[in-house]
């Protein structure tokens, strides 16, 4: 056997091994790498959210999968603009029609990669790995609305609080995966509360 035919025998040997055995038992150990869904990652339970959500993780996962630009650096329309859109988690104006449109061949190991990763920042614990701090800044991505790159979001919220010290027509609310965990009555406290900043 030739050299270059070793390499390529080493090389499928490899890739083979990251796939994981060739079964589907859902109480087989998690033995791949922590960061990988085949290791400690893939041990996470999925709560909060429901089978629609997982089909909106599902879209801007395919879309993530998709080339935005060419061998020469231009973008490719129309996937640079629903890559774009795609970055506002639950906020994007999408829906499955655009998968339709998209132009080029996705890589398929990478819609799953990137669909755990849309879960884990809808369920606000992106990324979902030991040892990794939380992002903590936060991008808006419509009025009155900012998310963190780990899906935790802060929204301006109507009839937020109203108490006899207090009378606040809207206040802010700190969000994980869809929960109120904190709010207060400006911005400015909830990111105090978390140590949290704006991205300028």
Do not use: F, H, P, Y
């Given at each position: 056997?030739?050299?270059?035919?070793?390499?390529?025998?080493?090389f499928t040997s490899i890739i083979s091994s990251l796939a994981g055995p060739e079964r589907m038992e859902r109480d087989r150990p998690f033995v791949g790498q922590s960061h990988t869904t085949?290791?400690?990652?893939?041990?996470?339970?999925?709560?909060?959210m429901r089978a629609r959500d997982l089909m909106d993780c599902y879209i801007r996962a395919v879309i993530f999968s998709y080339p935005v630009?060419?061998?020469?650096?231009?973008d490719i329309q129309p996937n640079r603009g629903f890559h774009d859109e795609a970055k506002k988690g639950q906020y994007a104006l999408l829906n499955s029609n655009c998968l339709y449109r998209l132009v080029g061949d996705p890589d398929p190991v990478s819609i799953w990669q990137n669909m755990i990763c849309?879960?884990?920042k809808m369920m606000g614990v992106f990324p979902h790995l030991p040892g990794r701090d939380k992002e903590r800044v936060f991008?808006?991505?419509?009025?009155?609305?900012?998310?963190?790159?780990?899906?935790?979001?802060?929204?301006?919220?109507?009839n937020l609080i109203e108490t006899d010290e207090r009378k606040i027509v809207a206040g802010y609310g700190l969000f994980v995966n869809n929960q109120m965990k904190y709010k207060a009555a400006t911005l400015q406290e909830v990111l105090l509360f978390g140590n949290f900043s704006i991205e300028e």
């Open positions: 056997m030739s050299d270059s035919e070793n390499q390529m025998e080493m085949l290791g400690q990652r893939g041990s996470m339970q999925i709560v909060g630009t060419d061998e020469n650096g231009k849309e879960i884990e991008r808006k991505v419509r009025q009155g609305v900012w998310i963190a790159e780990s899906g935790i979001e802060i929204k301006l919220v109507d």
